[in-house]
Every structure is written in structure tokens, then in C-alpha cells.
């Protein structure tokens, strides 16, 4: 959605970023701007800077940066559009009208009708457990230990038995079927056209946002022998389970230092009113890309909790493999005797959970525990396949991993470190694992480490600070192409915006135009502006800059060239051509040195 430039520069107005980042850490002045504990990583010395000339904030520690609306987005870990209505309430400021996509406009209306019938929803379950129909889901809650303060935290219902009980309820007060289909709250008959309540006789957990609002809800029977076990909100306009993690609504602190990950709604309950505060659960799906992503913009550090069951366990390696490939730092907590997390705690406490989360295995210790439970290490046949088969694993890891794994397998099998080492040294080098990159730290919070950036991505960051600096150094990138000078294409329309605004004779609205710009970039053009002196000649240096990145252009063009070249099917004249090129670009370089 494109909010009106006028209102995003009200919004903005209104929303001075000293005021607003005060709420969340005190700052203090220091040259030009002012510093103060990151209230997003967790720090014990000061490396959060905010311009105020510049309405802009940048991060030395974990390298967040950006507007206002940024900030927001980092500190209560929204979305660009609930970040914008959370500054717009802030102030006063009603939403626009005008929008510069109509479609957009009509969805927004529409997500606000379904948002507000979930929200009544969940208040007419609760009401009715708390009331003379709910007497069996309290049973229920209290058979399995829930207190009457956990219903109220987690917002924890019970839907009456009748068919249409909500249907008429919330039909009364003006929502009409379509619509309540729509929110997953009833189902339709295909063949009748016949809607229902979706929810009926069983305990409702209300799925709620990380900004509060409820958009989906699950359903569990009171007895096991009832199939399904649970009935989950579909895909909705306002809810997709694959995006979505129960509890993450309880996490708003920015000084999280891990989170647990678990599978079930109770089991989030559970170890809540143990005192284990920071879990969250998938909903009713494997752990997903995107709920891995989700996790990654609240921490570095995930324990998985699945049951321990065979199932559960299954799941943990996918889980594994999923934020691992998201750069977290990943554990698993293994609950002895297949219990769920929910059972473990209720009879041993957060202190029992506390000691089973210092043990917690690495990745790839927990792959080696699953592969052993294939196999009987009493027989010896299958404690040789077994060897065989860890040693092809432990093969693949780094040398310190390989002598920690042979030890421990040396130890289960009864084989010596020789003889595990020689069978481990047939294993495929393609094979080999990529080590953590993401280094796991004493202090709260989450601290992003940024790999090294290339030459092309210093001399791109270099230009844009003499950009920043000087109308005429953006006007020479223009005048080369800015299509040519950047790689992203965020990058490209804030370059572009900049030569417009200098163009024009205005000095450039820099929190409008990172407003609305991916977080990435945001954080790159606030990194771009953390040097505080300015450089003396800033049209020579925008000249040494666009220098380097065209060598960058000519170099990547000629490894391009090169990849091309080996390929056998390539006649020769495509060849020669290829070679001609080639030695123009080389000649080019040259030049330029």
C-alpha cells in the first residue's frame, strides 16, 4: 500500500525520532548525534546513535538503521504497514483516505471487518467458559492443569455445541455469513450453501498477532477419542498459518536472548505458567521458511522442544535444517521418556526444564542421537551399521566436530578413533557442511553479524555518502547511469529520488524516502551516513568511486565471459567472438587503472 506522500510527511513530522526512541532508551548527546543502549540487541555499552538533523538511527553493534518507521519496525517487530498505523495512533493521526491504489484501500477495509469479527469472536468463547455453557471446557482446563490466569492471558475459550451459537451472535450485531466465512469463523455446505458455526464443543485458543489482534483461532476436543484432535483456522485474508507463530504475541521485550520452540498450544501454556516465558509454537504445520524468518527478526538463538516421540523428533531435524538454512544458532532439548515439554514441566519445574536447556544438543550431535535410535546397539551387525553410517555423517563436519563425534562414538560402538577416522574419511567432500556463521553471545538480545562486504558493495556504499553530501556527485552518478552504479533495486529508486529532489533545488526528504524502502537498504543508506566528518572534496571522490564500481561492471563481465567459454558445445566463431570481447574489456580495464 502507497500512502500520499503528504500524509507520509505528517506522520513523519509528528513522529520526531529523539521522542520516539526515547520511550525504549535514554540518550545522551555526543558530537552531532545521540547515544544510548541498542533497545534491540541487548548492549552494555552505548552504540546506538540517532541524527536528529537527519531524523535517521543507526546501530554500530548490530547495524539496524533507518527512519522512524524503521525503528518501529526493529523495536516492536512489525510490518512497514502496522508500524505506520502504530506511529499514526501515537499521534493522533487518522489513517488517509486517499491511497494511491484503490485495491489496496478496499483490502484494508475489508482486513478491518475480519480482524474486528475475530476479536468478538474470541470474546464471546471466553465469555461463554466463564458462564454456565462452559462448564465442561473448564473441567477440561483444569484436568490438564491450566489455571483460570492462563485463560485469561492467553484469551483461552470454549465454543458452545450449537450449530449456528456464534452465527447469531455476531449476525446480531451486523456481520453477515460471507463474512464470517471469510474469517474462517463458520464453514459452508458446498452442497447445501448451508453455513455453521466452524467451532463447536470443544476449547478455543484464540491465534493471536505480534500486534495484538486476533486472526485465527484452534479448536481442541475434550476427550481424545474425538477425531480430529484439533480443528485450526484456514487461510484468511488475515491468517496463514505457515506466517504465523503461537505465543509471539507474549514476546515483545527486545532483549530476548533465545526462544523455545515448541509444537502445541498447551505446551506454550504449560511452560509459561512454569516460568519458561519466551516459547512459541507452530500451528498445527512442520516448521516453515517463513515462521524460521519470523524468529530470526526477534532472535540469533532457537531451542527446538518437540515432543519426544518418534514424530516429534522427526520434526526436529526438518526444523533443524530449516533455521539452520536461515543462519540461527539452533539447539534441541531432548525430554526424556518421549514426553511432551508440556508433561515434563508440570513434573519437574522450570528448574528440570532449565538443566535439560543446558544440555541441549547441537544440530548435528542431535542428527547422530535420531540415527542411533534406527538401530539395536546391543546386536553387533547393527552397531557396525550404525558406525558406518555416523561415520559418513561425522565425515562431513569440521575437524573439531569430527574428533568430538568420533570420541563419543568411539565410546558407544566399542571401534577405536583409527579405525572410525579411516571409515569417516570416505565420505564425499561435496558433502561437507558450511559452519555457523551467526556466533552465539553472552549478552541478551539479537546481535546480526554481517559478513564482509565485497569491493562492489563498499565502493556502491562510498558514492552514496558523497551523494548524501554533494548535488553535484549525485549528479555525476546520474549522468553515468544509475542503473550501472547499483546493484539493488531499492538502491536505484532512492538514488534516483535523491538527483530528482537535488534537481528541483530541495534539499532532500531522507526519512520520506527511506520510509517506505526494504529494511536492507534502509540500514545501508543510515551506514552510508555514520561518518560524522564530511569529506572535503566530495565530486573527486564520487569520480574515484564510479571508477571502482565500473571495474567491478568489467570484472563481472569478463568472469561471465570466461564461465561461458567452457562450454564444449560452443562453435568456434561464438568462441572467437567471445574471445574478442573479451580482450576489448580487458583493454577497458586498463584504462582505467
Not at 106 to 113: G, I, M, S, V
Not at 205 to 224: D, E
Not at 303 to 308: K, P, R, V, W
Amino acid at each position: 500500500m502507497a500512502y500520499p506522500d503528504h500524509w507520509m510527511s505528517e506522520l513523519l513530522a509528528k513522529n520526531d525520532i529523539v521522542s520516539v526512541v526515547s520511550a525504549y532508551t535514554d540518550l545522551k548527546p555526543k558530537g552531532h548525534r545521540l547515544w544510548g543502549l541498542c533497545p534491540v540487541h541487548g548492549e552494555k555499552t552505548a552504540s546506538f546513535s540517532v541524527s536528529p538533523d537527519k531524523q535517521l538511527y543507526y546501530c554500530f553493534g548490530c547495524h539496524i538503521g533507518g527512519s522512524v518507521i524503521q525503528f518501529i519496525m526493529d523495536a516492536e517487530h512489525m510490518s512497514f504497514h502496522e508500524a505506520v498505523e502504530h506511529l499514526a495512533n501515537r499521534v493522533g493521526l487518522a489513517m488517509p483516505q486517499e491511497v494511491n491504489d484503490a485495491a489496496m484501500m478496499q483490502e484494508r477495509a475489508k482486513r478491518e471487518r475480519l480482524a474486528e469479527a475475530c476479536q468478538l469472536a474470541a470474546r464471546f468463547y471466553m465469555e461463554n467458559l466463564i458462564g454456565e455453557g462452559g462448564v465442561s471446557g473448564r473441567a477440561y482446563l483444569k484436568k490438564r492443569g491450566i489455571s483460570s490466569d492462563a485463560v485469561k492471558r492467553f484469551g483461552i475459550g470454549y465454543a458452545p455445541s450449537e450449530w449456528e451459537a456464534l452465527k447469531h451472535h455476531l449476525g446480531a450485531q451486523g456481520f453477515t455469513p460471507e463474512e464470517l466465512v471469510e474469517a474462517g469463523l463458520l464453514v459452508k455446505n458446498a452442497d447445501t450453501g448451508r453455513t455453521y458455526d466452524a467451532y463447536r464443543g470443544r476449547v478455543i485458543f484464540p491465534i493471536i498477532a505480534a500486534n495484538g489482534r486476533v486472526i485465527g483461532f484452534g479448536a481442541r476436543v475434550l476427550n481424545n477419542e474425538e477425531k480430529p484432535k484439533y480443528i485450526n483456522t484456514g487461510d484468511t485474508l488475515l491468517y496463514n498459518k505457515r506466517n504465523n507463530l503461537y505465543g509471539l504475541n507474549l514476546q515483545k521485550s527486545g532483549k530476548l536472548n533465545d526462544l523455545v520452540m515448541v509444537e502445541g498450544y498447551t505446551d506454550v501454556i504449560g511452560l509459561y505458567e512454569a516460568g519458561v516465558t519466551n516459547a512459541v509454537a507452530s500451528l498445527g504445520t512442520a516448521l516453515t521458511q517463513q515462521q524460521a524468518r519470523l524468529l530470526k527478526r526477534y532472535v540469533s538463538n532457537v531451542y527446538i522442544a518437540y515432543d519426544g516421540d518418534a514424530a516429534g523428533q522427526n520434526a526436529t531435524i526438518r526444523g533443524l535444517d530449516i533455521l539452520m538454512q536461515e543462519g540461527l544458532n539452533v539447539r534441541v532439548i531432548v525430554f526424556p521418556n518421549a514426553q511432551d515439554p508440556d508433561e515434563f514441566v508440570r513434573s519437574s519445574g522450570k528448574e528440570g526444564f532449565d538443566r535439560l536447556k543446558e544440555d541441549a544438543l547441537s544440530l548435528n550431535a542431535f542428527k547422530l542421537v535420531a540415527l542411533s535410535r534406527g538401530f539395536d546397539l546391543e546386536k553387533e551387525n547393527e552397531r557396525e551399521q550404525y558406525a558406518m553410517q555416523a561415520c559418513q555423517f561425522i565425515g562431513t563436519l569440521t575437524p573439531v566436530e569430527r574428533e568430538r563425534h568420533y570420541q563419543q562414538l568411539s565410546r558407544q560402538t566399542g571401534y577405536s578413533m583409527e579405525t572410525l577416522r579411516a571409515q569417516g574419511a570416505s565420505a564425499r567432500p561435496g558433502e561437507r557442511q558450511q559452519p555457523v556463521t551467526v556466533k552465539e553471545k553472552n549478552g541478551t538480545g539479537r546481535r546480526r553479524e554481517t559478513e564482509p562486504d565485497s569491493e562492489r558493495i563498499r565502493a556502491e556504499n562510498a558514492l552514496l555518502y558523497h551523494m548524501l553530501q554533494s548535488p553535484l556527485a549525485a549528479k555525476l552518478a546520474e549522468e553515468q547511469g544509475i542503473e550501472r552504479q547499483f546493484v539493488s533495486e531499492g538502491m536505484k529508486h532512492f538514488v534516483a529520488a535523491l538527483a530528482d529532489a537535488y534537481q528541483s533545488g530541495k534539499e532532500p526528504n531522507l526519512p520520506l524516502l527511506l520510509s517506505g524502502m526494504e529494511k536492507e537498504d534502509a540500514e545501508r543508506i543510515s551506514a552510508a551516513l555514520k561518518e560524522e566528518a564530511a569529506c572535503t572534496e566530495p565530486e573527486k571522490a564520487a569520480r574515484d568511486c564510479l571508477m571502482r564500481i565500473e571495474k567491478c561492471n568489467l570484472i563481472e563481465q569478463i568472469e561471465e565471459i570466461k564461465r561461458q567459454l567452457v562450454d564444449p558445445a560452443m562453435s568456434a566463431d561464438e568462441r572467437a567472438g567471445l574471445l574478442r570481447e573479451m580482450q576489448t574489456l580487458n583493454l577497458r580495464m586498463r584504462g582505467l587503472s
